[in-house]
């Protein structure tokens, strides 16, 4: 039983990842109707760009710590956003008329460029990095079942990005527009919405929430490598489709069952752990068989 | 008030309006009538800006816009109604009417707009905050052309609004138009139904093939035999 | 006009582009006056090991470098870097371009197994001494009888054997849990571990394979928490192993042995598992000291990554091309039978470097080493 | 009899056709030329140039319609002509290149590719199916026959005869599993069967794990070994000329089947159900067929290329059949142009071969790949060679159906 919540906690770390990550993907196919398959390439450039603050912050020699950390967390998050938006504007926008697949493959390239820019760019950024923010570590236990401060952190800072992302996406003006946007393009347009705005605006958002993602798997990994967006691109973008694609809530539930699977493969199926991505993937492919437009997702609507 | 001067546009190699010029006056109804495929819809998406004209040049008072973004065309003051309602499923109703006043700033003019608008359409103010995907037909272009009256434009343009209604519901959307007319709104009316455009409005433009055939007020057009023949035999 | 305008703009761009790289290139292209003798390399320069293949392609030109800065080749010395992306197929790809390159006299490749496996035919094929100062397959020169191939560390089996030695035998670690990756190399530990450690009479009490690119160990480690062992084997490369280590602190594990083999030789390991790397043992592949020539060389030549475990290897392998050239001169023939020669023998940074009959190193400079104060040293106790 | 007017259009006839062979002549030995020279390009040097300008001559001639056209015409009225010159020119190929395997080689890949796109081509162009499994698909090929050769030892011709039934299955398989899946839902199943299939490979026993398979035995033609070296006419050629032209032989084979499906009654189904799934089901047309044969049928090439691989290379792995190799395949498709036997054909070539030549960047290789795709994009946002509008002539259409 110790076992099994030891697992479950695990599980639920990993699927706040996964959730994080998809939920971008989400968000991005909602409104635009494209799969941005760099996401998860931008979400860990987060991860590389705060490094590249940190050092740059803690050369400043009357900053506190604290003050490091509160600056280098809301930087990183807003110079990807800005990333977020140079991608859409270079690789997303010039395609829009084109076939979907175009910037299927245009971002592709993105993700490439992004991998192989980390690499080359940053210091010795073939190598694995130790992500230099973490959590303090403080536990406690009971009964065996260890829960960490770690581990209370990441659920309230998840929380709380949900939190804020449903009350902009309800309450604002800006929020009503992208809700528009995602149900109805043309009428959307044809009501003065700027939809270039509007693009780039979730393209922001998207990539904020994917910075937050990858400074949280810094911080609770405590590695960082330049090809991490290619795994958790495919099972980021697997959450999102298995809980609907569009849809944000159903991008959470994907994740945390994506990150409970996978936990507990490797824990109670005998010789199961290399197989765990098997496992995952397997129960994609049963949800989709059953219900093919993904949990949470909307039946297609099919007008003959 | 809007003035479109000899539009041609183009739709890969093929030309779907030529030389088309229309002259819309304040305070007036006007309606465009015309068969399938004749480019009425695509003269409205022209006004606004969805489809760029190759010649030609639109006025709306003394402002050209035929080169803006469609944001900046309704911000100046056009709203368009479109021909399969363009509702927001997934938003209740007064989202739906907010995001047609994209532009207003005061709070106190949008509410006030709202209240007419529900005046005009009871049935819109008791299902307030019902997802719009749920309406019927009939309601659902009510609250299209709510929707279309929230930024309180200069001119509005009408795609088919009695398009797939049923005839008891033909006379009330007619009947509004009518009184949001009378409130000074500028009407571009686009229709199939001929015999009931024509019984609101004030002038008409026959569109055929791309290109204007006949223009003229409505008595005139109503006696024209050839309007009769195809238009208004019911 | 509008688009005519802008492919103008493009290929202006293009253009420029093409231009810039010719300006880079050119002192190469005119370098070529003096004759040359190229020395082939191949190693991943892209992909996941890439770090490796850097360090190793820095050490081997800093070796080239050293011997043109020595004056004693009447020819220029070049070496010729090619990527194999850990890839079989870009892998032979790389191998017969060399090959068919004849100024190339004899290649330094590989650090995956998989592709080293892969070329070792095309490279007999051409007839072109081959010096593996990586790849860790015992099939790699094992299994095949050709001479042009040979690898000078030590292969799979005797690194364990030389680690087993320690914490079997002499500190007396009896009950293990193996953890591994799934690749060639990781797979490859697990078995001659488990082979050997059953024969120095060890216990095995677990095996869990991981895929590379696995983050959370914690689900193994709680499984292997209430197995009770007294240590754990990790077979496999640096980045999961220091996050498997520092999984186990968080764990309260930090009484359980760590150790591994020649893969997590990596100061990167230290450096991600923090102070929780502490104590952890491993067989090293060589202790060099600061104040060890190649070291000095290879930081005054300022190359911005580390030499990384496989750097001197690559280096020597370099040297035992050089003083092939030395004594017979720019011949493949000629350098493939000197290589083959059972006299052959070099010292070098790695020590003594000795062939056996399939062309295997049999000393290979293996070192022991626990992790002290974020730092690998030799072991001493 | 012959009254001089018709004899005069005759001549005139007469003197066209010589155009036009002329132009065909001359266009493709330019185009070969470049090919041949990119191919044999060091790094930069002044070869460089032999490439860009005709490319740039070519932007030029785009303001000079009336020359495009000409070329356009004399290459579609003499159709055969021009196929026939270009397949002499590439068994001329092993010839230009026998002190250099290494080039021979990037054009086996090149065929190799070629073949596995065209396949891919049937399901993303074609259908619109967004296929992410397609390296397992060359994956299954690769390991069947080279399975049945290490173990069984079958014959290579065997073997590849049992990589394709295999691989149809397999496809059949992926294919009757992702029915009920559309768009974006299909690609993600598709991309976990690849995941999976690697996976499997990697840590079954009997696939060779991640050691993989090693020693695979070369074909032969009676006493003949393909590993010997190739001599025609007293030219000794490497043996890699050998596979070069089998390659050739298959790939020519299954660009003509591709044309074929492409005109067939078949490919205007799947065209049909690409376009509008339900519209193509009021129509009568067996959406599901039609989705199942597209999978089987494009297995079949990827699975033939697969075996070819494992064969010439002689060695296979699960590395070599990864998620990044779907991709890649994918954007060979994309971005020659989706359902353009031509476009593929022009993207296979180009996708194999520049990450070849940016090899002298090393470090930079696959940031400079993923610039040029975009660079590609940004000129050709349809990719290179865009869909056709098909064009009906019903005789030909009678004709060409199966």
């Not at chain 3, 690194?159 to 035998?169: C, I, K, R, Y």
């Amino acid at each position: 039983m110790v076992l099994v919540i030891n697992q479950v906690i695990t599980g639920l770390m990993l699927g706040i990842m996964y959730a994080l990550i998809a939920s971008g993907f989400s968000l991005l196919f909602g409104v635009l109707n494209v799969v941005q398959f760099a996401h998860a390439d931008v979400c860990f450039l987060g991860a590389f760009v705060s490094m590249a603050v940190m050092t740059f912050l803690s050369k400043i020699e009357f900053f506190p710590t604290w003050l490091v950390i509160f600056f280098t967390i809301i930087f990183a998050v807003i110079i990807t956003g800005i990333i977020g938006t140079i991608i859409e504007k270079i690789c997303v926008k010039p395609f829009r008329k084109s076939p979907g697949l175009i910037i299927l493959l245009s971002t592709v390239a993105v993700g490439f460029i992004i991998r192989e820019g980390i690499k080359i760019f940053y210091p010795s950024g073939a190598s694995p990095k130790f992500f230099p923010l973490s959590f303090p570590q403080w536990a406690f236990s009971m009964g065996g079942v260890t829960i960490r401060f770690s581990n209370i952190m990441i659920i309230i800072i998840a929380g709380i990005i949900y939190f804020l992302l449903s009350l902009f996406i309800n309450k604002t003006k800006i929020g009503l527009q992208i809700r528009a946007t995602s149900q109805n393009v043309e009428a959307a347009q044809v009501l003065g919405i700027d939809l270039d705005k509007i693009f780039m605006i979730t393209f922001f958002l998207a990539s904020t929430i994917g910075a937050v993602a990858g400074i949280l798997n810094g911080m609770y990994y405590n590695i960082v490598k330049f090809d991490m967006g290619l795994m958790g691109g495919i099972i980021g973008f697997s959450a999102a489709v298995m809980g609907g694609l569009g849809n944000i809530y159903g991008a959470i539930i994907g994740g945390l069952i994506l990150g409970i699977v996978e936990s507990f493969t490797m824990a109670f199926v005998p010789g199961g752990s290399p197989y765990k991505e098997i496992f995952a993937f397997i129960v994609v492919v049963l949800f989709l068989l059953f219900k093919p437009s993904g949990i949470l997702g909307k039946k297609v609507i099919e007008k003959v | 008030m809007l003035k479109i001067n000899g539009i041609t546009t183009r739709y890969g190699t093929v030309e779907i309006l030529r030389d088309v010029s229309l002259n819309i006056n304040e305070g007036e109804i006007v309606a465009l009538l015309g068969a399938n495929g004749a480019g009425k819809t695509t003269t409205l998406n022209t006004i606004i800006g969805l489809v760029k004209p190759i010649h030609g040049n639109i006025y709306l008072e003394d402002m050209r816009i035929d080169k803006m973004k469609t944001s900046k065309i309704i911000k100046a003051g056009i709203s368009m109604v479109m021909e399969n309602r363009g509702i927001f499923p997934d938003l209740n109703i007064l989202e739906n009417l907010r995001i047609g006043a994209l532009y207003e700033k005061d709070e106190k003019s949008i509410n006030k707009t709202l209240k007419e608008i529900y005046d005009l359409f009871p049935i819109l103010k008791e299902r307030e905050n019902q997802l719009a995907g749920t309406l019927s037909g009939g309601e659902q272009g009510m609250l299209s052309i709510g929707r279309g009256m929230m930024s309180k434009p200069k001119i509005m343009l009408l795609d088919e609004p009695s398009l797939g209604l049923a005839p008891m519901l033909v006379d009330g959307v007619f009947e509004a138009i009518k009184r949001i007319n009378n409130e000074g709104t500028t009407i571009l009316l686009v229709e199939q139904n001929a015999v009931k455009a024509l019984k609101i409005a004030s002038r008409g433009y026959v569109l055929q093939k791309g290109q204007i055939v006949i223009e003229g007020p409505v008595k005139e057009l109503k006696e024209n035999e050839v309007i009769k023949k195809a238009y208004l035999t019911i | 006009m509008k688009s005519i305008f802008k492919n103008k703009i493009y290929l202006v761009l293009v253009f420029s582009l093409i231009l810039a790289f010719v300006l880079c290139q050119t002192n190469l292209v005119w370098a070529d006056a003096k004759k040359v003798v190229k020395i082939g390399f191949i190693d991943p320069l892209t992909g996941p090991t890439a770090a490796i293949g850097i360090g190793a392609k820095n050490s081997a030109e800093l070796a080239v470098q050293q011997a043109n800065a020595s004056g004693e080749f009447t020819y220029e010395i070049q070496l010729v870097a090619e990527d194999d992306a850990s890839d079989p197929a870009t892998g032979v790809a790389a191998a017969l371009k060399l090959c068919s390159d004849s100024d190339v006299v004899a290649v330094i490749s590989h650090f995956n197994s998989p592709v080293a496996l892969a070329t070792v035919h095309t490279f007999h094929r051409f007839g072109v001494a081959q010096i593996m100062p990586s790849s860790i397959h015992p099939d790699v020169t094992r299994g095949n009888d050709y001479k042009e191939v040979s690898r000078i560390c030590a292969d799979n089996i005797a690194e364990h054997n030389f680690g087993v030695d320690l914490v079997v035998d002499k500190l007396g670690y009896k009950k293990w849990s193996s953890i591994y990756d799934t690749s060639s190399y990781g797979d490859n530990c697990n078995n001659n571990f488990k082979k050997i450690l059953e024969e120095r009479g060890g216990v095995l009490l677990s095996e869990d394979g991981i895929s590379v690119g696995t983050k959370d160990f914690r689900p193994i480690l709680n499984k292997i928490k209430e197995l009770k062992p007294e240590a754990i084997y990790f077979g496999g490369l640096t980045t999961e192993a220091a996050l498997c280590k520092r999984q186990m602190h968080e764990l309260g594990m930090d009484d359980i042995v760590f150790f591994g083999v020649t893969g997590l030789d990596s100061e990167t390991f230290n450096e991600i598992a923090g102070p929780t790397a502490e104590g952890t043992i491993i067989v090293g592949k060589l202790a060099l000291g600061e104040d060890s020539d190649f070291v000095k060389a290879y930081k005054a030549a300022g190359f911005s990554e580390p030499y990384e475990a496989t750097g001197p290897y690559a280096y020597d392998a370099i040297g035992i091309i050089l003083e092939a050239l030395k004594k017979v001169g720019p011949d493949r023939k000629a350098i493939v039978d000197y290589i083959a020669d059972p006299d052959f023998e070099y010292h070098g940074v790695i020590g003594l470097t000795k062939l056996d009959e399939d062309g295997q190193s049999v000393t290979g400079g293996l070192t022991l080493k626990v992790s002290r104060n974020g730092k690998w040293v030799p072991w001493s106790e | 009899m012959d009254n001089p007017d018709t004899r005069s259009n005759y001549s005139q006839r007469l003197y066209k056709k010589i155009g036009y062979f002329l132009i065909i002549i001359v266009t493709e030995v330019i185009i070969f030329y470049m090919f041949i020279n990119f191919l044999s390009l060091k790094g930069i040097d002044y070869k460089l140039f032999l490439f860009v300008l005709p490319i740039i001559a070519f932007f030029v001639l785009q303001r000079y319609q009336k020359i495009i056209n000409f070329v356009k015409e004399s290459h579609s009225q003499c159709n055969s002509f021009s196929i026939i010159f270009m397949i002499l020119l590439l068994i001329f190929i092993p010839f230009l290149f026998k002190d250099n395997p290494y080039l021979l080689h990037i054009c086996i890949m090149c065929g190799l590719y070629l073949i596995t796109a065209l396949g891919l081509n049937i399901q993303l162009g074609s259908t619109g199916m967004v296929n992410f499994a397609f390296a397992a698909f060359f994956g299954v090929g690769a390991y069947t026959s080279a399975l049945l050769a290490v173990n069984f030892h079958f014959s290579f011709w065997l073997g590849i005869l049992a990589a394709i039934i295999i691989s149809a299955l397999f496809g059949l398989l992926i294919g009757s599993l992702t029915l009920k899946s559309t768009g974006f839902y299909y690609a993600l199943v598709t991309m976990a069967f690849q995941i999976i299939f690697h996976l499997l490979v990697n840590n079954l026993r009997f696939t060779g794990g991640s050691g993989g398979i090693s020693n695979i035995p070369f074909p032969t033609i009676g006493k003949y070994s393909f590993s010997s070296s190739l001599n025609i006419f007293g030219i000794n050629l490497p043996y890699q000329a050998n596979y070069y032209y089998l390659v050739l032989a298959i790939a020519l084979f299954s660009l003509y089947l591709a044309k074929r499906l492409y005109n067939s009654r078949t490919g205007l189904v799947w065209n049909a159900i690409r376009e509008d799934e339900i519209a193509a089901k009021c129509q009568g047309i067996s959406v599901n067929k039609g989705k199942l044969e597209a999978s089987a049928i494009g297995a079949i090439f990827g699975g033939m290329a697969g075996a070819i691989y494992a064969h010439y290379i002689s060695f296979i792995s699960p590395e070599s059949f990864t998620f990044h190799f779907s991709v890649v395949l994918i954007c060979i498709v994309i971005l020659g142009g989706l359902d353009n036997i031509l476009g593929v054909a022009i993207g296979a070539v180009l996708l194999t071969v520049i990450p070849e030549k940016i090899r002298f960047f090393a470090e930079a290789r696959m940031l400079f790949y993923g610039i040029i795709i975009i660079a590609v994009l940004i000129f050709k946002p349809q990719g290179l060679v865009p869909e056709r509008i098909r064009k009906y002539n019903f005789l030909n259409f009678k004709k060409d159906s199966i």
